[in-house]
């Protein structure tokens, strides 16, 4: 599976405690996402931000690292531009309001974190791309 990280993930000393098998595909941008900080990074609407697709089978312990089942980040698919066959990429993205970002973050919509942050990216377009993409 490949994973979009933007985080501690993209370091290959941090992935290698996490990960007995992985490999990273690339360097890439998501668009129409930018990088907040607060006690982890995550996302917010809007810009741009660099990362790594990091392929991987543990998609287990990437859950547990990331907090699913505690409610800390979501994880949505988003497809990969370039790619020979259509595939998509799991992007991580942190609930703000656990996180203690730095700057404030909106996510439109009603309902749960994860259930706005999924409508809006499926509806936003957003896409994985290689960084030397115009």
Do not use: K, N, Q
């Amino acid at each position: 599976m490949l994973v979009f990280v933007y985080g501690t993930l993209t370091d290959r000393e941090c992935a290698d405690e996490l990960l007995d098998d992985f490999s990273y595909a690339g360097t890439e941008t998501l668009s129409g996402f930018h990088r907040v900080d607060g006690e982890y990074p995550t996302l917010a609407p809007g810009g741009s931000v660099g990362g790594r697709l990091l392929e991987t089978d543990e998609i287990g312990r990437l859950d547990a690292y990331e907090g699913i089942d505690r409610g800390l980040y979501t994880r949505v698919p988003v497809p990969v531009e370039g790619a020979e066959t259509p595939t998509r990429a799991a992007v991580y993205v942190g609930d703000p309001d656990r996180l203690d970002v730095e700057a404030p973050v909106e996510w439109p919509g009603d309902g749960p974190f994860a259930d706005r942050v999924r409508r809006y990216f499926d509806r936003d377009g957003t896409v994985v791309r290689p960084e030397h993409s115009c």
